[in-house]
């Protein structure tokens, strides 16, 4: 297993619709497990492949009730309305309220080609709306309210400066 560099915002990688998964074989077993690896060490409570680089459908995440990861998932169903603090590996040290549905469903297929579901509340229902975005070149800044997605862009921007001037 690997702990991949986490591809950091406005790199291109993160803003492209990823590939599918087809079909689920040794490197794709292997990318899993990099993506836990990178996850854990973050640390962070989910990852999309392309936040290390990689442009295919797979997310692994870890709520506090044990590891999952889906390949090519599907958000099959949403309910209610959330609003929670929420941050990205990708978009380091920042976090904005951001309203999500509550609940959140998705089904895949995992590492062995089985198809498989979760499912929840919450963080869990927060995670999987989040790392499904990320397979669709969304990122969390595209989920805020207009005016503070401007300021959130402009701050972003000064910091990219700022690095490059130091
Ligand atoms: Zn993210």
């Known amino acids: 297993m690997a702990v991949f560099p986490i591809r950091i915002y406005p790199d291109p ?16 077993r292997r990318l899993v497990d990099d993506m836990f690896e990178t996850m854990y060490q973050a640390p ?4 999309a ?8 459908r797979v997310v692994v995440g ?11 998932p599907v958000l099959e169903a949403t309910s209610g309305s959330w609003t929670y603090e929420e941050g990205c590996l ?6 904005w309220p951001i309203k999500r549905s509550a609940y959140a469903r998705a089904s895949g297929i995992d ?9 929840g509340d919450e963080l ?12 669709g070149g969304t990122l969390l800044l595209k989920r805020l309210p207009r005016r503070v997605r401007k300021e959130a862009l402009r701050e972003l921007r000064q ?8």
Do not use: K, T, W
Request: hydrophobic fraction near 40%; charged fraction near 25%; charge should be negative.
């Open 44 to 47: 962070g409570i989910g990852l």
């Open 62 to 72: 870890d709520v506090g009730e044990g590891p999952f990861h889906l390949i090519n």
């Open 124 to 135: 869990m229902g927060r995670v999987l709306q989040h790392e499904i975005d990320h397979l």
């Open 49 to 56: 492949a392309p936040q290390i680089g990689i442009s295919l």
């Open 90 to 95: 990708s978009v380091p040290e920042r976090y």
């Open 159 to 166: 910091d990219g400066l700022a690095r490059g001037a130091r």
């Open 111 to 119: 590492v062995d080609g089985h198809p498989v579901m979760y499912e």
């Open 13 to 28: 990688v993160l803003r492209i619709e990823a590939r599918r998964v087809e079909p689920v074989d040794d490197d794709v």
